[in-house]
């Protein structure tokens, strides 16, 4: 069960992952965000931006055929 969840479906990059981001900034170390998103460009941008920023994906989950939750662990 995640600690907080940000819905971005419909976001267009890269305001997902500044969105994310700036989530992650307010949320503490070791809290487990879950972020709703669009498929394709959208998750993979966030996926390998939050990675390459240290923080670690624990599981991507595929809601519909263009909706997944990613489940980012704050570093």
Do not use: W
């Not at 599981?59 to 662990?73: C, G, H, N, P």
């Amino acid at each position: 069960m995640a600690d907080y969840e940000l819905d971005l479906t419909g976001v267009a990059c890269p305001m997902n992952f500044v969105k994310t981001r700036l989530f992650l900034d307010k949320i503490g170390s070791g809290d487990l965000l879950k972020v709703t998103l669009d498929g394709g460009e959208p998750l993979e941008s966030v996926t390998s931006s939050v990675q390459s920023e240290g923080h670690a994906i624990e599981d991507t989950v595929k809601l519909s055929e263009d909706s997944y939750s990613l489940f980012i662990r704050k570093a």
